[in-house]
């Protein structure tokens, strides 16, 4: 069964605060991939990486880093939050640059 | 129709009726993906469409592509309630291979029971 998981699915912060979204897939996909989606804006892409620590930014990366030790395991990290990073967090991964699954999404409210 | 600077389009309509979402987009491409994100959801795939098809089915689904006028659209025949959802398309400028999927801004569709 495929799958790509994320935690936390929900996270409030305060500005300043440090924040980790993790990500996880079982398919064994290379490529894996960070997007943000706000109200009326679609999704945007914030990073992509290739393979284990081979990432690239995406069209947004401001703001935000990138870790990839694991293949299976994607993680985004804000360091010290502003308010505009509040949005919903998508996680996919792909095995070529065609079909993405992506996993549920993590919900971030920054204060 | 959708693309990258337009805004979010909006549909709503009765259950049974058929519906078409159209898609234009700016860079070339020979490859177009519709997504179904529903509330609370992460979007999946519902179709690709390669330009030698320009035609493509799919149960209820029907997607074209119109290379020359970069545009795709995708057809809902006999809507339900539970095709209550945002369509976006997206699609990869042809002759790169960075991966990085375009995503339009979607349609929200709304289907009444």
């Known amino acids: 069964d495929m799958k790509v998981t994320q935690m936390p699915r929900y996270l409030i912060k305060r500005m300043g605060e440090n924040v980790l979204l993790e990500c996880g897939q079982d398919?064994?996909?290379?490529?894996m991939y960070w997007y943000r989606q706000d109200p009326g804006l679609g999704l945007q892409l914030i990073y992509i990486s290739y393979d284990v620590d081979s990432n690239s930014e995406g069209d947004i990366p401001k703001g935000y880093r990138v870790s990839r030790k694991k293949r299976e395991h994607f993680s985004l990290i804000l360091d010290s939050a502003k308010t505009n990073q509040t949005s919903v967090y998508f996680c996919a991964s792909s095995l070529r640059s065609y079909e993405q699954y992506f996993g549920p999404g993590t919900r971030l409210t920054v204060l | 129709s959708q693309w990258g600077e337009e805004n979010l389009q909006a549909l709503s309509i009765q259950e049974g009726e058929d519906v078409t979402m159209n898609c234009s987009y700016k860079?070339?491409?020979?490859?177009v993906q519709w997504y179904r994100q529903k509330s609370g959801k992460g979007p999946a795939q519902l179709i690709l469409?390669?330009?030698?098809?320009r035609e493509k089915r799919s149960g209820r689904l029907r997607a074209t592509l119109d290379t020359s006028s970069q545009s795709s659209s995708l057809s809902i025949t006999g809507t339900l309630a539970t095709d209550t959802a945002v369509y976006f398309c997206?699609?990869?400028?042809?002759?790169?291979?960075?991966?990085?999927?375009?995503f339009g801004d979607g349609t929200v569709l709304t289907v009444k029971p």
């Open positions: 997206a699609t990869i400028p042809h002759n790169t291979n960075t991966g990085k999927l375009t």
């Open positions: 398919m064994s996909h290379e490529t």
């Open positions: 469409i390669r330009s030698n098809e």
């Open positions: 860079t070339y491409t020979t490859v």
